[in-house]
């Protein structure tokens, strides 16, 4: 920690540079306030702060002065005082992490409230009304937030006194009501914490801030933050300003709102609006607002400068704003801006129309789509033909949209538990609450029976890339019989738990029974089923990819082991095969046997039968596979896992297999015996299968160049590349080479054809990369496996590790993510980059690439970029993922080396 640290920022200190420090709602905050619109001013404690915090439980020493010399600044801005009751000033205290995590963290309104502080209100507005609605919502948050006294406790006390008063409505309950209730909830907070509701602002304020800072840490937000891999080690800033009530009468109320359609990216403002209210009414779902464009019917001034300020901050951002405001007595204040969170669709339309529009140039727009948003543009969709068949529900919000289907459960939990007994489920809720984050993302959908386009369930579920349907009225959700109802055509349906709904988040329709699912728009065209020009969607997303072509420096190729995976490469973008894992072609029914004769074979002589008997077909795939990629370079890798794989494992399976290939079975169980491991992923594999059986290694480079030389008797142009895996002392990939070259040489020569020979090797043990130096001088070409590099760098065997540990040590912080899926940059990635220098030191032409599943996944493409890679490589569906997330780290973060022909990837049309 430094000593002397500024914690503590005005808001026209600092700007959209400084989210890491200020946090999004800040840094956007500092932003509004300098460009001069209508901010409610005030002061932010940054997230070093909260860090400090959590580590030692005590503020760190600076801060609590430099608090409440903010306090002061803000009391002279504002020109009203705390806790002072003839000109009282109140705050709201409110969390702001880096990344948005919405309603994930705690906020505390109307602090600064206390006795005496109400009765100068009273006097001061003529409107007890309001002052005791907004004392008693102070006490109902701060102790729920600050102290720990669950809010439903105070919604009790609340419905009590409404059902004494014979009302429903919270607005019906009088200020006298209001008054007394207050009373009645401060001695619920004395009987729960044995103490006086506190009374000194100072004390709240402080108590406050800890709680916002304590937040980072509860179990929804480690949950959020696993979910969307937020490190843990960001914390939150908390974010005091001054309160403007949206609750003073029908010239006040309180909105948000997304300067374009986050569904379908529509140029329209899209939000919703409630007068009369104050910010938690809309955010929590509790009441239906109106649509924001109802707005301009009431307060038309407000509604045409709020449109102002929308276009104003779009343009400032480049991108879809996120606003929040509030309306007090006719005037409006802006409380925050974001990025918005959108889907996919709406990702792609509002990134082109950015460009369109003239508000971004392809290099700022490539910035505003997430890469993921790719998988959400993957997932199927209903079948229409079959939508026909299904009966007609209800319809609610197009919250997030998708299709899904699945059996009804009611509870978070419950979600969890079905979804593995089930497969399927569908979350219906009257509303969602962050508690239930867990049964969302365990459901295939969310359908709400309460709150509309930005309620919690729509935000999260949009986040999620979720289907969700919400503000569905028409549901009748009786919990505790777990059973929901809708009166159709004056009949009344019955829906019980378990019963399969299907819920189409794009339309808003929900229907009964289970819908089947057809491949995206996307897919379509992708796969051949739609023409390009007949999807506007695939247009958009073809557009955005090729300027992500035009930046991005690293190379893109696809994991891909059959010729119609290539293919489907090919149209997604690959510019080559990354990784052939030959071992899958093994499998095939006519092909086993085969295989497992060459394994049981005694003699050298049965074993090379056998392997005869098993060339045409990998040659075949070979063929398929070089012809989809033809110009372009397709690695091919030679068997990697161990033998005993491919031989049957129980009694019953030996013997069918026995009968099927007349070997007896006593043979199989010997050779299964002698074939077992203590540590399969450490054992007899990869190149240790080809030094002891060279004759399998032999034929299936016999069977890549015979299919490269058929094929370029064809006129076409193979270019395949021979990778030797698991290689961790040079002279095995010497010994290696030097045969299998020879072998390579013989076919290329009875063939009459000519071929450069490529072999390269996998660096997938930590000592291949520390000896890089030695083995690229072997070597054409480096393959970074790091699924097998992760294991052997940490010890962990994946299966063992995910299945066992891996998520408590996620959960208990060991770790901030799970390194099978992000890389590891601290070890993993440091073997990257050493063995990356050393290799390319020793030999300069040296091409580096990754084949691990790290190949697809954006913060690792950053990752490979940084470490001048030359290529990643990864599952097909993921080639657009990767081709956008290195051009964004190129744009980020631009570096030399590019990748060597740009537009080499003819024939792609994604
Ligand atoms: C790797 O280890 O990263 C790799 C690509 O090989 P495999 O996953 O087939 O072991
Ligand atoms: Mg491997």
Redesign the pocket.
């Known amino acids: 920690m430094t000593t002397g640290e500024k914690w503590v920022y005005m808001f026209d200190e600092g700007n959209k540079e400084m989210r890491d420090l200020l946090g999004g709602k800040g840094a956007g905050l500092a932003e509004m306030t300098r460009a001069g619109l209508p901010v409610p001013y005030g002061f932010k404690v940054t997230t070093r702060a909260c860090i400090e915090y959590l580590e030692t439980g005590t503020f760190p020493p600076g801060l609590r002065e430099q608090i409440l010399e903010a306090l002061r600044r803000l009391e002279e801005r504002v020109g009203k005082r705390f806790g002072d009751p003839t000109n009282p000033l109140l705050v709201s205290v409110r969390s702001g992490a880096r990344a948005s995590m919405p309603g994930m963290m705690d906020t505390v309104l109307n602090l600064g409230m206390n006795d005496e502080v109400a009765e100068g209100m009273v006097r001061l507005t003529n409107n007890p009304r309001f002052v005791y609605d907004a004392y008693r919502r102070f006490i109902m948050m701060f102790s729920d937030v600050v102290m720990g006294v669950h809010r439903e406790r105070f919604e009790e006390l609340f419905q009590e006194k409404k059902r004494e008063l014979g009302v429903t409505q919270d607005v019906e309950v009088d200020a006298k009501s209001l008054k007394e209730l207050v009373e009645e909830f401060k001695a619920l907070y004395q009987r729960e914490k044995g103490e006086p509701f506190p009374q000194e602002p100072l004390v709240q304020l402080f108590r406050a801030v800890e709680a916002v800072f304590r937040s980072w840490n509860n179990p929804r937000a480690v949950e959020y933050r696993r979910q969307n891999k937020i490190p843990h080690s960001w914390g939150t800033a908390v974010n005091v300003q001054m309160m403007v009530f949206g609750n003073m009468g029908n010239d006040s109320g309180t909105g948000v709102a997304f300067t374009r359609n986050p569904a379908t990216g529509a140029k329209e403002l899209y939000g919703e609006f409630l007068q009369n209210a104050q910010g938690e009414d809309v955010v929590a779902g509790i009441r239906t607002p109106m649509p924001i464009a109802r707005m301009r019917e009431v307060l038309p001034e407000v509604y045409e400068q709020f449109v102002r300020f929308a276009e104003q901050l779009e343009r400032h951002y480049k991108d879809v704003q996120d606003l929040e405001f509030t309306v007090e007595r006719g005037r409006l204040y802006m409380l925050q801006t974001r990025s918005g969170k959108r889907t996919a669709v709406a990702a792609f339309r509002i990134a082109t129309d950015l460009v369109d529009e003239g508000i971004a140039e392809p290099h700022e727009a490539l910035l505003t789509v997430d890469p993921h948003l790719f998988e959400q543009l993957l997932h199927p969709q209903f079948d229409l033909q079959e939508k026909a068949k299904h009966p007609l529900l209800a319809t609610g919000v197009n919250a997030s949209p998708g299709a899904a289907a699945g059996r009804v459960v009611f509870e978070a939990d419950d979600a969890v538990k079905m979804a593995q007994e089930w497969g399927r489920v569908l979350l219906v809720r009257r509303q969602t609450e962050p508690d239930d984050i867990h049964g969302m993302a365990a459901a295939q959908g969310i359908l709400t029976s309460i709150g509309g386009a930005t309620s919690h369930a729509a935000v999260v579920a949009r986040g999620m890339g979720k289907p969700c349907v919400a503000g569905c009225g028409a549901l009748q959700i009786d919990y505790e019989k777990q059973q929901f109802t809708v009166e159709k055509d004056g009949k009344l349906i019955l829906v019980r738990r378990g019963d399969y709904v299907s819920i189409d988040g794009t339309t808003g329709e929900v229907f009964l029974g289970d819908i089947p699912t057809v491949p995206s728009e996307v897919m379509q065209v992708v796969t051949g089923r739609m023409r390009p020009e007949e999807s506007e969607i695939f247009q958009r997303v073809s557009r955005v990819l090729q300027w992500a072509d035009e930046y991005r420096a690293l190379g893109v190729r696809a994991n891909a082991d059959t010729p119609r995976d290539a293919m489907l490469a090919r149209r997604f973008g690959a510019e080559g095969v990354g990784?052939c894992?030959t071992e899958h072609m093994f499998f095939g029914e006519e092909r086993i046997p085969k295989f497992q004769r060459m394994i049981l074979a005694e003699t050298r002589e049965e074993r090379e039968a056998a392997l005869a008997d098993l060339q045409p077909f990998q040659q075949q795939d070979f063929e398929g596979i070089l012809e989809a990629m033809d110009g372009l370079p397709v690695i091919i890798r030679l068997l990697?896992p161990p033998l005993h794989e491919f031989l049957p494992q129980t009694e019953e399976d030996i013997q069918n297999l026995s009968a099927k290939i007349g070997i007896p079975a006593e043979r199989i169980r010997e050779k299964v015996r002698a074939l077992h491991e203590v540590n399969p992923m450490l054992g007899h594999r990869g190149c240790r299968l080809g030094i002891t059986y060279p004759e399998i290694y032999r034929m299936q480079v016999r069977a890549i160049y015979e299919a490269a030389a058929a094929l370029k008797k064809r006129g076409l142009n193979p270019v395949p590349e021979v990778m030797i895996p698991l290689v961790g002392i040079v002279q095995e990939l010497e010994v290696l080479k030097e045969d299998l070259t020879q072998v390579a040489q013989e076919v290329l020569q009875r063939e009459g054809v000519d071929l450069p020979i490529i072999m390269g090797t996998?660096i997938?043990v930590p000592r291949a990369a520390l000896t890089a130096d030695e083995i690229a001088q072997h070597a054409a070409f480096f393959s970074f496996?790091?699924?097998?590099?992760t294991q052997t760098t940490f010890g962990f065997s994946r299966d063992d590790a995910e299945g066992k540990f891996l998520d408590e040590y996620i959960t208990k912080r060991i770790l901030e993510t799970n390194p099978f899926e992000v890389l590891d940059r601290r070890g993993v990635g440091e073997l990257v980059k050493l063995g990356t220098q050393r290799g390319r030191q020793a030999n300069p032409n040296l091409e580096v690439g990754i084949?691990?599943e790290h190949g697809g996944e954006p913060l690792s493409v950053a990752f490979c970029h940084e470490a001048d890679l030359d290529y990643v490589s990864c599952s097909p569906p993921r080639v657009p993922i990767a081709r956008l997330a290195a051009a964004q780290a190129q744009i980020r973060q631009p570096r030399q080396r590019r990748r060597k022909s740009p537009h080499e990837a003819k024939g792609g049309l994604l």
Request: proline share 0%.
């Open positions: 990784l894992r990697d996998m997938e496996g790091t699924n097998d590099l084949c691990g």
